[in-house]
């Protein structure tokens, strides 16, 4: 019975149909976050990103301190980003889908670090 269950999702799967892939992304996001920030506004590269644990900080690679300009966040997920490493220092709060242009709140060229939740 298990497996007959589980056909129609393999054969979906395969089919790649959207409804499938939704209910994947929401246990995804259950317990990772996508983040992306990038170097110039705009999202314009260089940039880095990953999917990140929650509630843990990550300080960014040195191509990338003090030198972010755009930082987007996964739906459903909020980061605050801080201006020194190890989540110490100012901070904003970015939520879903992020900021662009990070001269918009005072925060152009200042990140070194974040930590995510949702
Ligand atoms: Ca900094």
């Known amino acids: 019975m298990q497996l007959l269950t589980l056909l129609p999702l393999f054969a979906s799967l395969a089919l790649g149909a959207p409804a ?3 209910t994947l992304s929401s246990i995804t996001s259950a317990t990772l976050g996508g983040v992306r920030y990038c170097n110039n506004v705009g999202y314009k590269g260089p940039c ?10 990550y300080d960014v690679t040195p191509e990338f301190n003090d030198r972010i300009s755009a930082f987007s966040v996964d739906q459903g997920t909020s980061c605050t980003v801080y201006q020194d490493y190890r989540c110490k220092g100012n901070k904003r709060t970015i939520g879903f889908p992020g900021n662009g242009d990070l001269r918009n709140i005072g925060f152009n060229d200042i990140i070194s670090s974040f930590i995510c939740t949702w």
Do not use: D, F, P, Q
């Open 20 to 22: 499938v892939s939704e």
């Open 48 to 57: 880095e990103g990953g999917v990140y644990s929650r509630n843990l900080c």
